[in-house]
């Protein structure tokens, strides 16, 4: 299947510092990429969708201006999480779609960022 | 997007067939059935779809019912790096992927 990088896969940083998060698709082209965070045990949440040469659309109760997502190139998209705090550290993770079989969309999913703010 | 009913976990014997449920008794016509698995501390780890026919692939098999209702993911020969949480997704093309509890599936020797 269709490869999607993130890097780096851990980050430790000082609060109030920013950390910047990247996702690529190695080798194919994806117009939209998502981002999700997760807690220990618990599911994955959707956080945003990431527009290609646009801004990004955030799910309710996610604030733009804290989680900046930029979406320059159709392979590359960044999430920054901006003036970190203890309760930002989690586990985000990316995905991106390629046109797949059967007619749907498959999405393929990055390694995962674990971030701890201390 | 419909939601789907998962069972929180099952167990499994190593080397043995794992039918994993799944009900999505409100899926739309336009609506695929997805899984996906994540091992601990990965990305999620796309599996399967399928929107009516069955499908089967190198790693499972997706059975669906005439109905669409429900569907099971089976694991033909369940190996110890199976143990994950497998998660049943009903959604149409396009839209993005909402994930639920999921089956936390456990392979033991």
């Known amino acids: 299947g269709a490869v999607v990088s993130q890097h780096p896969s851990r980050v430790i940083c000082k609060s109030g510092t920013s950390v910047k998060i990247e996702c690529r698709s190695l080798?194919?082209?994806?117009?939209?990429m998502f981002w999700y965070r997760q807690f220990p045990k618990k599911s994955l949440m959707l956080m945003a969708t990431?527009?290609?040469?646009?801004?990004?659309?955030?799910e309710q109760g996610v604030e733009k201006d804290k989680f900046l997502i930029n979406h320059a190139s159709l392979t590359l998209s960044t999430l920054t999480v901006t003036s970190a705090h203890p309760e930002d550290s989690s586990f985000y993770i990316c995905s991106a779609s390629a046109p797949g079989t059967a007619g749907g969309t498959e999405a393929f999913f990055g390694q995962g960022t674990r971030l701890t703010v201390v | 997007d419909a939601k789907t009913t998962q069972p929180p976990s099952m167990d499994c014997a190593e080397g043995r067939a794992a039918n994993l449920p799944c009900n999505h008794s409100t899926i739309s016509g336009n609506e695929y059935v997805y899984w996906y698995r994540q091992i601990h501390s990965q990305g999620p780890q796309y599996i399967i779809h399928?929107?009516?026919n069955n499908e089967t692939n190198e790693m499972a098999s997706l059975i669906i019912t005439e109905d669409r209702k429900s569907s099971t993911l089976i694991l033909p020969h369940a190996t110890l790096r199976d143990t994950a949480v497998y998660y049943c997704?009903?959604?149409?093309?396009?839209?993005?992927?909402?994930f639920g509890g999921g089956t936390r599936v456990l392979v033991k020797p």
């Open positions: 997704i009903v959604k149409a093309a396009g839209n993005k992927l909402t």
């Open positions: 399928g929107l009516k």
């Open positions: 990431s527009n290609e040469g646009s801004k990004a659309t955030y």
């Open positions: 080798d194919f082209q994806a117009t939209t």
